[in-house]
């Protein structure tokens, strides 16, 4: 069988197209977060949910960070606590200068396994509620916008969310995922990633290996 998949994948390897994909205005969520509220006392723990719509993977986490919502916040426009650095080779970040976001960047990815791949993946933020010193909710938004045809769809967004506890602040995450080689193991690694990082940060403790 795997075999059969490498076949298959270096026959594919002259089918690659480099598409555009649009990415409309805006830090909408994709959808609401369906992981419950966490019952009784906060703990650092990523709680998640996965599902499917059609070919689409589905991953939804949520999982506190004790550290204020204004440094969490901060944390997060670090782009190094941000990109998917488990699965790919390399990654590379153009700051963007879009006036309507207070942070954008470009992600240019780069995975080298039976055929080389390349996508850019685009990041935005915008505090909803509150404001940067204090937010109530901020709003990180990305998705692939150049590249690769294998993958077909790659968006997501994070929220950090204050509680009622000002030293408590929370992480909500919804992402989506149709590629040729990607499945729903890859997303969920890649948001526990991308949480055990930010809590890493918050604690000042070294980053953390990938799962």
Not at 182 to 208: C, K
Request: proline share 7%.
């Amino acid at each position: 069988m795997k075999r059969t998949i490498v076949l298959a994948l270096a026959g594919l390897a002259g089918c690659q197209d480099d598409v555009t994909t649009p990415f409309p205005p805006g830090l909408e969520p994709l959808e609401d977060n369906r992981v419950p509220d966490a019952t009784g006392a906060p703990t650092e723990e990523l709680r998640s949910l996965q599902g499917r719509s059609g070919d689409t993977e589905q991953t939804h986490g949520r999982g506190f960070v004790f550290t204020d919502p204004a440094t969490l916040w901060g944390l997060t426009k670090d782009p190094e606590a941000m990109v998917a650095r488990c699965r790919t080779n390399s990654q590379t970040v153009t700051p963007g200068a879009d006036p309507a976001y207070e942070l954008d960047y470009v992600v240019h990815y780069v995975v080298e396994d039976i055929v080389t791949v390349e996508w850019d993946d685009q990041w935005r933020y915008g505090i909803i509620d509150g404001t940067s010193e204090a937010p109530v909710l901020g709003m990180i938004r990305h998705q692939k916008i150049q590249g690769s045809d294998f993958i077909h769809v790659s968006e997501g967004t994070i929220q950090v969310l204050a509680t009622n506890d000002p030293n408590v602040s929370e992480l909500a995450f919804v992402e989506h995922l149709d590629a040729i080689s990607g499945n729903a193991t890859d997303l969920l690694e890649g948001m526990q990633d991308n949480y055990a990082r930010l809590v890493a940060l918050a604690h000042d403790l070294p980053r953390p290996s990938c799962p």
